[in-house]
């Protein structure tokens, strides 16, 4: 894929969907640098490209660039406003940095304009757990558990909700889900494919590695690891069709 992106930069040097096309291809490869270069091409070619800009906004916040990437997911909410991405991913963004009003409102924004997907909802259930409001985070959790049965992540939050309620026996059940997502096939694929893009020492990379062995599940684990875990969870959705 980068090859061919790259031949149809050399033929067509402001070819803005190129560009932004491989930047999200450095972006899967872990490149940032090289990411951010393109993205940054293709919205400067095209300054209203909002895909691009909310995009950009991603890879800034995998970086710990939370300014800029509040900007650039608040720019691109203005130029769409309808779509849910900018919005949750800005919701993130508020989550990191403890403002976790801003983050919830994002999030409850982001379902009303797509209400019928589980990320936006898995999300909010992390602020509500954040918060020690468990019997939301429970209700949001089991929603974007029914919307997608194979999303992982509210799996997990709801496996440290039940942990923290003292329900061992629910959160052990609920460890056992998440292994026997990342089992299947299709989600071994990816998660082998994104262990050859991340850097041996990374700790990315050891998490991986846990979830590919197998019976090492533990809500200890989940619980040390989680926002790596959740990045690993995003990063896999860049990868193709498995959500985790």
Not at 31 to 37: F, M, N, S, V, W
Not at 68 to 85: K, P, V
Not at 192 to 205: I, K, S, V
Request: hydrophobic content about 45%; overall charge negative; some cysteine.
């Amino acid at each position: 894929a980068l090859a061919d992106l790259s031949r149809a930069i050399d033929m067509v040097p402001d070819f803005a969907w190129a560009f932004a096309s491989r930047a999200h291809v450095y972006w899967t490869l872990l490149r940032y640098d090289e990411a951010l270069a393109d993205f940054s091409r293709a919205i400067h070619l095209v300054p209203d490209y909002s895909w691009a800009i909310a995009s950009r906004g991603q890879v800034y916040r995998t970086l710990r660039r939370y300014d800029e990437a509040l900007a650039d997911f608040t720019r691109a909410m203005g130029l769409i406003a309808g779509d849910a991405s900018p919005v949750a991913g800005r919701g993130q963004v508020y989550r990191t940095l403890g403002r976790y009003d801003e983050a919830l409102a994002d999030f409850s924004r982001a379902i009303d304009l797509a209400e019928d997907d589980a990320w936006p909802v898995a999300e909010r259930g992390y602020v509500y757990w954040v918060q020690g409001r468990y019997d939301e985070a429970l209700v949001d959790f089991d929603q974007a558990i029914h919307l997608d049965p194979d999303y992982a992540a509210p799996v997990v939050g709801r496996c440290l909700v039940y942990q923290d309620l003292g329900h061992s026996g629910a959160a052990s059940a609920d460890c056992k889900r998440v292994q026997a997502i990342f089992s299947r096939p299709r989600v071994r694929r990816d998660l082998e494919n994104l262990l050859a893009r991340t850097p041996a020492d990374h700790p990315l990379a050891e998490v991986i590695r846990k979830l590919l062995h197998g019976g090492g599940i533990t809500p200890q684990l989940l619980r040390s690891t989680i926002d790596i875990f959740r990045d690993a969870s995003l990063a896999l959705l860049t990868l193709g069709d498995s959500k985790v």
